[in-house]
């Protein structure tokens, strides 16, 4: 995988603006904004937009100009967004990138700003003068209050519909670790002691590796399976359950395997599971 295309499937961990967090990776975002849920919030903010005419714009062009304008706006606005998540995806990391989503929203929101106000002044031949205070202020807020709702009320809803009924990714079928070559479909675990790896395959067999674990799952996409441990990786189709004995949390699987789930990562497993759900013979649901 190219670096982008690691960056493109690498999981983020992203947080709204009263610390909400929610899972998701920058592949799952044209699915997102492909669904009617979407496009239904994305056409009324629109809407909204244009009634309310927070930068008096209509004073200055055509309500067809003006909804032009929102358009571009919300276009521009997209791809700076997304721009800035990928950066962030692709910085070297170990663990998920954590993202405060009002900051790249922010910065996002003042590119969109500069090029609408631009666009503005040349439809209106040079008139439109933009007003920073209270204005544009104002606006920010609107759009963050905008995005706060996207996040928090839809979004949830519509990546679990997305990955209930999303089959296994076909671009990642094979997985190199040195010299060794194997089908991530043959792969119930993989376990790092030091600087070596056990790959235990589903049949029961295991192979030795030389190499680091962090390097090894940036290489697999995320719904292949999860890391419960720093140690551990497990397949999605190995069938992984969550367990209790006393107050340690352990994930089994078909093949056997009994394997500890960090303290600080059982939110996150939990997660994982309820939005990767397994049959009870470990086959991955579709």
Same mark, same amino acid.
């Given at each position: 995988?190219?670096?982008?295309?690691?960056? #493109?499937?690498?999981?983020?961990?992203? &947080?709204?603006?009263?610390?909400?967090?929610?899972?998701?990776?920058?592949?799952?975002?044209?699915?997102? &904004? =492909?669904?009617?849920?979407?496009?239904? &919030?994305?056409?009324?903010?629109?809407?909204?937009?244009?009634?309310?005419?927070?930068?008096?714009?209509?004073?200055?062009?055509?309500?067809?100009?003006?909804?032009?304008?929102?358009?571009?706006?919300?276009?521009?606005?997209?791809?700076?967004?997304?721009?800035?998540?990928?950066?962030?995806?692709?910085?070297?990391?170990?663990?998920?990138?954590?993202?405060?989503?009002?900051?790249?929203?922010?910065?996002? &929101?003042?590119?969109? =700003?500069?090029?609408?106000?631009?666009?503005?002044?040349?439809?209106?031949?040079?008139?439109?003068?933009?007003?920073?205070?209270?204005?544009?202020?104002?606006?920010?807020?609107?759009?963050?209050?905008?995005?706060?709702?996207?996040?928090?009320?839809? #979004?949830?809803?519509?990546?679990?519909?997305?990955?209930?009924?999303?089959?296994?990714?076909?671009?990642?079928?094979?997985?190199?670790?040195?010299?060794?070559?194997?089908?991530?479909?043959?792969?119930?675990?993989?376990?790092?002691?030091?600087?070596?790896?056990?790959?235990?395959?589903?049949?029961?067999?295991?192979?030795?590796?030389?190499?680091?674990?962090?390097?090894?799952?940036?290489?697999?996409?995320?719904?292949?399976? #999860?890391?419960?441990?720093?140690?551990?990786?497990?397949?999605?189709?190995?069938?992984?359950?969550?367990?209790?004995?006393?107050?340690?949390?352990?994930?089994? =699987?078909?093949?056997?395997?009994?394997?500890?789930?960090?303290?600080?990562?059982?939110?996150?497993?939990?997660?994982?599971?309820?939005?990767?759900?397994?049959?009870?013979?470990?086959?991955?649901?579709?």
């Amino acid at each position: 995988m190219t670096r982008i295309q690691q960056a #493109l499937c690498r999981e983020m961990h992203t &947080f709204d603006a009263l610390w909400h967090e929610i899972h998701l990776t920058l592949r799952e975002i044209p699915l997102i &904004f =492909t669904r009617r849920e979407s496009v239904v &919030f994305l056409c009324l903010a629109g809407l909204t937009l244009i009634a309310l005419d927070p930068h008096d714009f209509l004073d200055h062009i055509t309500i067809i100009e003006a909804a032009f304008v929102w358009i571009f706006a919300e276009g521009i606005f997209a791809v700076v967004y997304f721009a800035i998540l990928l950066g962030i995806a692709m910085l070297p990391a170990k663990n998920p990138q954590r993202v405060y989503l009002p900051i790249p929203s922010a910065a996002a &929101f003042a590119v969109t =700003t500069v090029f609408t106000e631009s666009l503005i002044g040349a439809l209106s031949n040079g008139v439109y003068i933009p007003k920073i205070w209270p204005d544009i202020i104002a606006f920010a807020a609107v759009a963050q209050l905008f995005e706060f709702l996207f996040v928090r009320y839809l #979004l949830p809803d519509v990546l679990a519909d997305i990955r209930k009924n999303a089959p296994l990714p076909p671009t990642q079928s094979m997985l190199t670790i040195g010299d060794h070559t194997w089908s991530i479909d043959d792969i119930a675990a993989i376990s790092s002691n030091q600087h070596y790896l056990r790959v235990d395959l589903c049949d029961g067999t295991q192979t030795t590796v030389r190499a680091r674990i962090s390097d090894v799952i940036d290489t697999i996409e995320p719904d292949r399976g #999860l890391q419960p441990h720093r140690s551990w990786w497990v397949a999605r189709h190995a069938g992984p359950a969550l367990i209790s004995e006393g107050r340690k949390r352990w994930l089994t =699987t078909q093949h056997g395997h009994k394997i500890p789930v960090a303290r600080g990562r059982i939110d996150e497993v939990e997660k994982w599971l309820d939005t990767h759900p397994v049959h009870s013979s470990g086959t991955p649901e579709s």
